[in-house]
């Protein structure tokens, strides 16, 4: 059930279309309605959206933090936890459900009875955490989607990652943050450059994404993206010298197929 409701419907609307045909008919059948042959329900244009991937934020040609993150930024959701807050990703939309991803250590602020996912447009929805990994600072959170109608849930946009363009990752290449905001203050994102993918930090007894960038409270479990809009890891830690360290895209995946096999064992 949601908290809040919008003000005013933000969106485009996508009216439910009828196809129809005619054909040749004979003299004493001329006159008759078109024979209709396919209805579309707002629910069928939104599934199929899904399956041809029109719902995963599109990407660059060429690296632009700006115009990315223009195009990522419904991606990335305020994880509210009274008054603590970090941030999240939508990992994967579902006819049934949409999975955020966050840090597991935002996750242990959670409670059920005031806790709840914040989306760009301006509404709240109770969620369910899905389950956390044992090895990684990585948590999931699942949200019913039915406490969205259809044209709120085109709205929204699933992360595109791509393991392969992780691993093409170079020293110096432009990336950049996203700070989901507070109830005050408005999202926005902040520049930076890739300086590893893979270095082993003792604070975190991990190997993270290492850059140099801007990262504050809040921003944990938020989207760290390359310069084409594309996924490669989760905001995690910062220092006042402006460096970065982010759990890798890799790990996200890992932790991901492994929670949903747990999930389907219990099932």
Same mark, same amino acid.
């Given at each position: ?86 941030s999240g990703i939508i990992w994967e939309m579902t006819p ?54 259809y044209m709120e849930l085109q709205e929204l946009r699933s ?75 989760? #905001? ?26 747990? #999930?389907?064992?219990?099932?």
């Amino acid at each position: 059930m949601r908290h809040l409701r919008f003000s005013a419907m933000i969106g485009s609307i996508v009216l439910s279309i009828a196809v129809a045909f005619t054909v040749s008919l004979p003299a004493h059948a001329q006159g008759l309605p078109p024979h209709l042959i396919q209805t579309v329900t707002d629910r069928d244009i939104y599934e199929g959206m899904l399956e041809l991937g029109f719902l995963v934020t599109p990407v660059l040609e060429t690296p632009d933090c700006g115009l990315a993150y223009e195009n990522v930024k419904n991606c990335v959701v305020r994880v509210q936890m009274g008054n603590a807050h970090g941030s999240g990703i939508i990992w994967e939309m579902t006819p049934e459900e949409i999975v955020i991803v966050t840090n597991k250590h935002v996750l242990d602020y959670w409670n059920e009875k005031n806790s709840y996912v914040h989306f760009l447009g301006e509404y709240d929805v109770d969620a369910q955490i899905l389950g956390v990994s044992k090895q990684y600072d990585i948590g999931f959170l699942t949200v019913d989607s039915g406490q969205f109608n259809y044209m709120e849930l085109q709205e929204l946009r699933s992360a595109r990652a791509d393991l392969d363009v992780y691993a093409e990752l170079e020293q110096g290449d432009l990336m950049f943050s996203i700070d989901s905001g507070s109830k005050t203050e408005s999202a926005q994102y902040y520049e930076g450059t890739v300086e590893d993918t893979h270095l082993y930090i003792e604070d975190f007894e991990a190997y993270m994404l290492y850059g140099h960038g801007f990262a504050k409270a809040g921003m944990s479990g938020g989207g760290t993206f390359d310069g084409r809009g594309f996924l490669i890891g989760m #905001t995690t830690g910062g220092t006042l010298q402006n460096e970065t360290a982010g759990v890798p895209l890799p790990d996200i995946m890992e932790a991901y197929e492994e929670i949903m096999e747990e #999930t389907a064992f219990t099932d």
